[in-house]
């Protein structure tokens, strides 16, 4: 099976660019709803208990790992490769860098994510490492998981604070977005109003189910691996917080989730 | 010494009152901050780690427990008492309820607090038994949290979800507000703006440090075991997030916190 974990419900959002561009594959997803956010918890934790979470998938019948997390996959990836040396991970943080150099034409990059992704400094040096000459600014959004957990989506708090996160980045002339966090493509109406369309918007997560499935192409014997139907396995480490909200926000349907209280 | 947790940093209200009205005792202080925020996680999940949290306080010397978070004080109080029967254990919910019983003329009494708090009914219950003739209505607030650590105190958004969250308050008719979470203090100008001055505020932190001193007074052979001096003493389980801002807002002053990796 595909394992698929997140701090919580948010990577959702990436199962459902999976079911879409892989629609024939089980997925175990795990939600660390107990902990969540990660957005605001030390390097440290994060691979303690990213590193968990693998070793639960691996158990629980995953056969590669996809880290749905970005701050999780800033802080955790390599150091789970480097703990799960035979297992194929897969992060979301290069697919939608690689596409963000592709589509810039002025060189000039806006990321925003959870505070915890934007220290990281992923994002930035993964950039520079294939482009020296990019300009890149990065913005925290703190308050954008709350809101979308909320369900304000559209309501004139969540567009005032928007336009106080994204002016810096447009004041740069930015021509290309990266949203880095789970819960941010579900602002994309809200945030690409500000914007406008002269800045184009990556969500990674379409990227990342792309990058996975030409993975696949190319490596047969992880592909046979792979148990095939609709029986897939949602978990999550607590209750979740406003889940029935959530999942239909993120997925488009409700789903049953268990509780794994090991964590 | 007197032990004080909470979830994360927000605790540090309660001990800024416990300075003011107990100056001359020392302080342990815990603060979860790997697995905040409580308020939106389950009543399991608060009892076991307000547990180990109880049990780490008395390790390190505390010889009373005060439950600053009103999360734990709503799910895990009783479960605490049961659980260390000898230990003192105070709790945040009850000196508010008594001070709100005291202070309202129309007996129609507001909550606000976290999700979690809410959800457990316990300040309803508790109003209920000192007198059913009580009308009681509460409001969850679960971005006031997310607002007060990026330290947005005064921004207009604050203002205006502040004004969502409290207006159907106010339509109700209380004359009595009782702020059943330790962030909220910090927002008190922006709420008494808006309930306006026939609504009286509650601030519980005021009401436990009050209610506990006078406990001293009648227990001399508790009093005799705590500490005096101002060698107080600041554990976290995580760096935390905005520490700086967060404890000078709080108490006032930066402190240093020792981290617990234990949890």
């Known amino acids: 099976m595909i394992g698929i974990f997140d701090s919580g419900i948010g990577g959702l959002t990436i199962v459902k660019e999976f079911f879409k561009y892989l629609p024939k594959y089980q997925i175990i997803y795990f939600g660390d709803t107990a902990r969540l956010p990660y957005g605001t918890k030390s390097p440290n934790l994060i691979k303690k208990w990213s590193k968990e979470i693998v070793k639960f998938l691996i158990k629980t019948g995953a056969k590669v790992v996809i880290i749905a997390c970005h701050t999780s996959s800033a802080w955790a990836a390599d150091f789970l490769k480097k703990e799960f040396p035979r297992l194929p991970i897969f992060e979301i943080i290069t697919p939608g860098i690689k596409q963000a150099i592709k589509i810039t034409k002025n060189k000039k990059i806006g990321i925003i994510g959870s505070p915890g992704t934007i220290k990281s400094g992923a994002h930035r040096k993964k950039l520079l490492g294939f482009n020296s000459t990019l300009k890149i600014y990065s913005q925290p959004c703190p308050l954008f998981v709350p809101l979308v957990e909320e369900g304000w989506i559209n309501r004139p708090e969540t567009k005032s604070i928007a336009e106080e996160y994204l002016s810096p980045l447009k ?65 999550v480490s607590d209750e979740p917080y406003n889940f029935k909200i959530l999942s239909k926000m993120c997925l488009g349907k409700n789903i049953n989730a268990k509780l794994v209280n090991s964590f």
């Open 171 to 235: 004041k740069k002339g930015i021509d290309t977005l990266i949203l880095a966090c789970t819960h941010y493509p579900l602002l994309k109406n809200t945030i690409s109003k500000i914007t406008g369309k002269k800045i184009k918007i990556i969500n990674p997560a379409k990227d990342l189910a792309i990058e996975f499935k030409n993975f696949l192409e190319k490596n047969k014997k992880v592909k046979k691996h792979l148990k095939k139907g609709k029986n897939h396995h949602f978990f």
